[in-house]
C-alpha cells in the first residue's frame, strides 16, 4: 500500500492520485519503481520473485491517532499488484524497498518525473557563519522579478510566516537585497490587511494566518534598522509604498480583516481565528488557539510601536493604542 504526500496532506484517491499513481509505476521481472518526482523513487525487488499487477484502491482507511489529534484520520492507499515466488523446505527471499535516484530508468519514464536542480552546498569543514550564509541561500527563490523563500525540502512551499521570519535572518546576515526583495514580493500580496498563508504557484488565496502580517511588520523593522534609516519605506509597490501598506494593514486589523483578524476595541489586543497560528491544533486535542495568542499580541505591540516611532507620518495615536496594548 502506497502513498506519496507530505505529513500535513492525506492521499485522496479522486483528487488526482487515482490516475497519477497508476502512471507512477513502472514493473519489471522482479522489481517495481514508483515516482512522481526525481527526488523520491521508491523502488521494491524480489530477486527470483516475478511482479503481477493488479492495482487496487483501499479508500478511506482510518487513523486513530490523526483522529484523537483532531486532524484528518481518513486516507486512501493504492496497491500496484503483488509478487509471487515459490519457497521449498529451507529457502529464503529477500524483499528490499529502497529510495532511489532517477538513473537508471528509462528515458520515457524519466520524462515523468519533475526535473530538480540541487544547490551546492559547503562540505563540513566551514566555520559556522560560512555554512550558514550558504545554507541560507538554499531556500530562496525566484519569483519573477522579485524572490520568496520555500519552508523546507523536499515539499514544503512559500509559506508567510516561515519566509518572513526568515527574512530575519537574512538581514542579520547582511543580505539586505534579497530580503528588500522577498519584502516586496510579500507587499505586493497584502490585501485588506492579509497576507498568504501558503502560496501553490500562483495562488496566494490561502490567507488563514493572523501572524504572517504582523511579521511583516517586524522584518520591515529590523530593515530599517540595519540600513539605519527608513527610506526602505518609501519604496513603490504597485499603486503604494511599503509604508503605505503598513498603514493600510493596521488599520485593516483594527477595523476587521475578512478572514476574521480584529482589534478589540476595549483591550487593544488581536483577535486571532483558529488555525491562523504557527500552532496549527485543534482543540480538544491541542491547546486551543483561538482568542488572543500571547505572541499574537507580542507582534501587535511591536507592530504599533514601529508605526509610532516613525514608520507612518507623525500621529500620536498609534504610541497611545501601543501603550494600552
Not at 499513481?21 to 516475478?50: C, K, M, N, Y
Amino acid at each position: 500500500d502506497v502513498e506519496d504526500r507530505s505529513y500535513h496532506d492525506t492521499t485522496k484517491a479522486h483528487a488526482g492520485p487515482e490516475t497519477a499513481f497508476r502512471h507512477a509505476f513502472r514493473a519489471e521481472a522482479d522489481r517495481v519503481t514508483f515516482g512522481q518526482d526525481a527526488r523520491r523513487l521508491l523502488r521494491i525487488d524480489v530477486p527470483g520473485g516475478q511482479f503481477f499487477p493488479e492495482p487496487e484502491w483501499h479508500y478511506m482507511v482510518h487513523r486513530p491517532l490523526e483522529a484523537e489529534r483532531g486532524l484528518d484520520p481518513d486516507s486512501d492507499l493504492f496497491s500496484p499488484g503483488y509478487f509471487q515466488f515459490e519457497l521449498t523446505g529451507g529457502e529464503h527471499a529477500l524483499l528490499t524497498a529502497t529510495m532511489a535516484e532517477s538513473d537508471g530508468l528509462p528515458d520515457d519514464f524519466k520524462r515523468r518525473l519533475i526535473d530538480v536542480t540541487a544547490t551546492e552546498l559547503p562540505g563540513d569543514r566551514h566555520p559556522l557563519d560560512t555554512a550558514l550564509h550558504a545554507a541560507l541561500q538554499a531556500y530562496v527563490v525566484k519569483r519573477t522579478p522579485l524572490k520568496s523563500v520555500i519552508a523546507g525540502y523536499p515539499w514544503f512551499l512559500d509559506w508567510g510566516r516561515d519566509t518572513l521570519i526568515f527574512v530575519r535572518g537574512l538581514i542579520a546576515a547582511g543580505s539586505l537585497d534579497t530580503a528588500a526583495r522577498i519584502l516586496k514580493q510579500f507587499a505586493a500580496f497584502e490585501d485588506r490587511g492579509t497576507l498568504p498563508n501558503m502560496i501553490r504557484g500562483e495562488d496566494a488565496g490561502n490567507r488563514d494566518t493572523s501572524d504572517a502580517p504582523l511579521w511583516f511588520f517586524t522584518a520591515c523593522a529590523d530593515f530599517c534598522a540595519a540600513e539605519g534609516s527608513l527610506d526602505f519605506l518609501k519604496t513603490g509597490v504597485g499603486p503604494r509604498t511599503i509604508r503605505e501598506i503598513l498603514k493600510d494593514m493596521a488599520g485593516a486589523m483594527i477595523e476587521g480583516t475578512p478572514n476574521g483578524i480584529r482589534m478589540d476595541p476595549a483591550s487593544g489586543l488581536l483577535f486571532s481565528p483558529a488555525h491562523f497560528t504557527w500552532m496549527d491544533t485543534n482543540h480538544p486535542a491541542g491547546t486551543p488557539r483561538q482568542g488572543y495568542p500571547v505572541e499574537i499580541q507580542a507582534l501587535w505591540w511591536a507592530a504599533l510601536n514601529f508605526l509610532a516611532g516613525g514608520a507612518v507620518a507623525a500621529e500620536s495615536s498609534w504610541g497611545e493604542l501601543a501603550d494600552h496594548v
